[in-house]
């Protein structure tokens, strides 16, 4: 028997409206992402839109009482491929930014991704972003009953990797309720037609990191920051997403 949680139709409508809040606090950001603001201001920003709405960041604060996570928002700039600290650091024309929200509204979870990009970067990085955003559109439109996540991970992997990027191995989606991080694991890799067979009332996150060099990976020295270990750019989409009975339901758009 899956020990995957299925949720009932009263959870997903709270997750529902939680994963509405995460969509709308990318677009209170989205003005913002441009040269000379600090990714301190971003994460005040989402902070203050995040709580005035009743809910709760679900990342600060998150991890070891020894090193808890301190933003609201994960701001992770150009080489930074996940968990990058909102600190004083300014964008630059040229740079991504890869901005991942959680939020805790009603008991429930909402987690997605987006990457920006600030003013005007480089034809290599767009193609970087563009190939991104599309292999979460093909692993998304793959999610429906009886589909396996080796699907979901083969479509990122096949895409990405025909292109000559880098699929990140170490870091993955996740299953999301009541907790932050559930079963099942999504891995961004895999081969069609294995692993786990998807039911309705699943809720997980797909969220592939591609690199525009090699897909190995370096945590620094502060316990967070997950950079590329030959320090090309790296790019994250994220969306939180349910099965349905006759397909799926992206949470967080």
């Known amino acids: 028997m899956s020990r995957v949680p299925l949720k009932s139709a009263r959870e997903i409508e709270i997750m529902r409206r939680a994963g509405a809040l995460v969509a709308d606090t990318f677009r209170v950001l989205a003005p913002f992402v441009k040269p000379g ?35 609201t928002i994960c701001a992770s700039v150009n080489e930074v491929i996940c968990h990058g600290i909102p600190d004083a650091r300014e964008l630059k024309d040229g740079d991504i930014i890869g901005v991942d929200i959680g939020v805790l509204l009603d008991g429930y979870y909402g987690d997605a991704c987006t990457t920006y990009t600030v003013g005007q970067v480089s034809a290599e990085v767009q193609g970087l ?59 961004h890799y ?49 969306h939180t997403v349910v099965v349905t009975a006759k397909g799926h339901e992206i949470l967080t758009v």
């Open 129 to 187: 972003v563009d190939t991104t955003r599309e292999s979460l559109k093909d692993a998304l439109d793959l999610v429906k009953p009886g589909a396996r996540l080796g699907d979901i991970g083969h479509a990122i992997q096949s895409l990405a990797e025909g292109r000559g990027y880098g699929v990140v191995r170490e870091y993955t989606g996740h299953g999301i309720g009541k907790r932050l991080h559930e079963e099942p694991t999504i891995l």
């Open 37 to 71: 603001v600090t990714l301190k201001e971003l994460d005040r920003l989402a902070e203050e839109h995040i709580r005035k709405a009743g809910a709760i960041p679900a990342y600060v604060g998150y991890g070891p009482k020894n090193n808890p996570f301190p933003g």
């Open 190 to 238: 895999g081969a069609r037609y294995t692993g786990l067979k998807l039911q309705p009332g699943m809720v997980f996150t797909i969220e592939p990191m591609v690199n525009l060099g090699r897909p190995e990976t370096r945590l620094l020295a502060d316990g967070w920051t997950v950079v590329t270990a030959d320090g090309s750019p790296s790019a994250q989409f994220e």
